[in-house]
């Protein structure tokens, strides 16, 4: 290890990642991962813990659908209509829609994946079912990832938690709420993460073309102040799916390399603050999946 190379963003003396001084600047704490797609190289910061996932458990939703498509057990055109007693909370898609939607299965797995619509991603849930995804996880080895919840239900523990009060800022209540406990929701690690999406990457989740469906998906996520933040550039790619609850902020993605670099990250930040606006821990989370890519193109 030379001079210069201990100087690596997140690097420690030794040569180890560190993130640490950079995610509490930014008033979070957080469990990150990053791993080389082809190589298999992998630096880690708590990236073994079990985290809730939020949102980011309609990745693996994802690619159980798309695997059923594949195997002929779904239609992917098969086109549903979503009515307003299939609507649960959320701002974006069919969640915020007022009359009832008629769409083709995939299209509502694109706004599962595009804008986080809750509506749709229960409409995949149903369809796919919930054990399914949890099998298709167990065959995949990722047994600290599982859904046991739909959006539905997320939202129901979060009234039940909350009396109903939202938004909710109070440090009491938010330390009490079950969505933020892994062990009582939808959950998986950091590490775990970044081995879906290698394999998606890899073409091992599932069939070459569905693979390729669920890249190009995750390639349309409109949010760019979390993970791309971190990678303002026109000729790096960065692909992910972002999860938001109380004080908890996250992506998994994959970051694209002119040179043919692809790496998979995961981060997930809980915020000490309880505001609901939080600039600096959303762009934390492309700061240190940055330092971990270089720290990891470095090696």
């Known amino acids: ?9 997140g690097a420690t003396a030794d040569g180890r990642f560190d993130p640490g001084g950079l995610l509490r600047a930014a008033g979070v704490t957080g469990w990150l991962h990053a791993a080389d797609i082809d190589s298999g190289e992998e630096t880690s910061f708590g990236g073994h813990t079990p985290v809730p996932t939020a949102s980011v458990f309609k990745l693996p939703l994802l690619v159980a659908f798309v695997r059923q498509a594949d195997a002929g057990l779904l239609d992917p055109a098969e086109r549903v209509t979503v009515r307003g007693t299939d609507r649960v909370f959320g701002p974006t898609g069919t969640s915020a829609m007022l ?38 996880l167990d065959g995949f080895g990722l047994t600290a990832t599982r859904v046991v919840q739909d959006c539905r239900g997320l939202a129901v523990s979060m009234d039940e938690d909350t009396g ?17 406990d892994p062990a009582r929701t939808n959950r998986s690690t950091p590490a775990e993460l970044t081995r879906l ?13 569905a ?5 190009r998906l995750l390639g349309l996520q409109v949010w760019p102040h979390r993970l791309s933040a ?22 998994a993605g ?14 997930f930040t809980r915020s000490h603050g309880t505001a ?13 999946a940055r330092m971990a890519i270089e720290h990891l193109r470095a090696r």
Do not use: H
């Open 230 to 251: 971190g990678f303002p550039y026109d000729d790096v790619s960065v692909s992910g799916k972002t999860g938001t609850l109380p004080t908890l902020r996250a992506e």
């Open 99 to 136: 009359d009832d939607v008629t769409a083709s299965l995939r299209d509502l797995a694109y706004l599962m994946i595009a804008v986080s619509d809750n509506t749709a991603a229960d409409v995949l849930l149903r369809r796919v079912g919930m054990d399914a995804v949890n099998a298709m």
């Open 276 to 288: 609901l606006n939080q600039p600096r821990a959303d762009a934390v989370i492309g700061g240190a």
């Open 164 to 180: 109903g009060e939202w938004p909710v800022t109070d440090p009491i209540t938010i330390a009490g709420l079950r969505v933020l």
């Open 197 to 209: 999406l290698t394999m998606i990457w890899r073409d091992e989740a599932a069939g070459p073309d």
């Open 1 to 9: 290890m030379t001079a210069d190379r201990r100087r690596e963003p």
């Open 254 to 267: 994959v970051v694209e390399y002119p040179d043919g670099g692809r790496y998979a990250v995961a981060v």
């Open 211 to 215: 693979c390729a469906f669920v890249r």
